[in-house]
């Protein structure tokens, strides 16, 4: 599945499953994709929490959505969860998140 993006500079179409998470930048948002690149997004946060698989993609925080095929952990530290997702990458879990729930992990 492909979703559409425009900013101002192109419209990209985006394979769903290259897409590692999604960061809030105030109205914009910043999508990370395989191979170190990220995309602008003229359109909130909110906007790609609607059109995204909610069988694969999770928002832990007000700030970003991940994609749990790229989630290898979830990690404590100092007092707060990080879920650790592909090449390390650290994101927030919201304190009023209970828990990152993946299919079939316990």
Known sequence: ???EI???KATHYIDVNQII???ADR???RIFILNSKS????RPLKFLENILPT???CRIHKSYILNLNFLTQVVKKNNREYAIMHEST???IAKNE???QVQGWD
């Open 6 to 8: 425009k900013n101002n």
């Open 98 to 100: 209970k828990t990152v």
């Open 21 to 23: 998470f999604c960061k």
């Open 90 to 92: 650290e994101i927030p």
């Open 39 to 42: 995309i602008v997004c003229s």
């Open 1 to 3: 599945m492909k979703i």
């Open 55 to 57: 069988t694969t993609f």
């Open 27 to 29: 109205m914009y948002c």
